[in-house]
T-cell receptor, first 115, second 115 residues
Framework: SAVISQKPSRDICQRGTSLTIQCQVD?????MFWYRQQPGQSLTLIAT?????????ESGFVIDKFPISRPNLTFSTLTVSNMSPEDSSIYLC????????????FGSGTQLSVL | AQSVTQLGSHVSVSEGALVLLRCNYS??????LFWYVQYPNQGLQLLLK??????LVKGINGFEAEFKKSETSFHLTKPSAHMSDAAEYFC????FGAGGFKTIFGAGTRLFVKA
């Protein structure tokens, strides 16, 4: 199994600012993902964080808005840039030790509120 | 692209009654299918998964699901509900894209258990 530490656990931010969320895993993992869970909704995949190269973004998400870094096999960051109230959501880091995603492990999430 | 449909955003059962949460998927390739559970104020965790082999899979806490290819379904059941089963349940399918495997989640079903 993998233990994921995500921080901050929550934050309240002003419109127009940026927040960087960190995800640290206690072991090397194959894949790292960033999801968004808006209030009362399901998880939406933002991007796959690739080690040493640019992240792979899903439709509707762009690097300028959600820059992602993954400098090694245990750490990744997601930045939410130029925030607006619509960005208020829970952001989740997820990892798998299998290339076929047979089991995902999730961090406890970052609850972001944008005023 | 693969997709997941969960029928019913809310399901309410009495304690001791059968739990049935419905999930249908679309896939152009043999799918990997999952049920994840999110207890209040906790992160998501894997309940059970189907990859290959036996189509009836058993998970934690007495839950099981059956993969029915002809019906493209993966419904989750539990013979007797317990109060502690109250949670949000997500059906998911593993999809292979440009960045490798990624997991797509359904909209979720919130299970309420009445005493």
């Amino acid at each position: 199994s993998a233990v994921i530490s995500q921080k901050p656990s929550r934050d309240i931010c002003q419109r127009g600012t940026s927040l960087t969320i960190q995800c640290q895993v206690d072991s090397q993992v194959t894949m790292m993902f960033w999801y968004r869970q808006q209030p009362g909704q399901s998880l939406t995949l933002i991007a796959t964080a690739n080690q040493g190269s640019e992240a792979t973004y899903e439709s509707g998400f762009v690097i300028d808005k959600f820059p992602i870094s993954r400098p090694n096999l245990t750490f990744s960051t997601l930045t939410v840039s130029n925030m607006s109230p619509e960005d208020s959501s829970i952001y989740l880091c997820s990892v798998t030790q299998s290339a076929s995603n047979e089991k995902l492990f999730f961090g406890s999430g970052t609850q972001l509120s944008v005023l | 692209a693969q997709s997941v449909t969960q029928l019913g955003s809310h399901v309410s059962v009495s304690e001791g009654a059968l739990v049935l949460l419905r999930c249908n998927y679309s896939s152009s390739v043999p799918p990997y299918l999952f049920w994840y559970v999110q207890y209040p104020n906790q992160g998501l965790q894997l309940l059970l998964k189907y990859t290959t082999g036996a189509t009836l899979v058993k998970g934690i806490n007495g839950f099981e699901a059956e993969f029915k290819k002809s019906e493209t379904s993966f419904h989750l059941t539990k013979p007797s509900a317990h109060m502690s089963d109250a949670a949000e349940y997500f059906c998911a399918v593993s999809d292979f894209g440009a960045g490798g495997f990624k997991t797509i989640f359904g909209a979720g079903t919130r299970l309420f258990v009445k005493a």
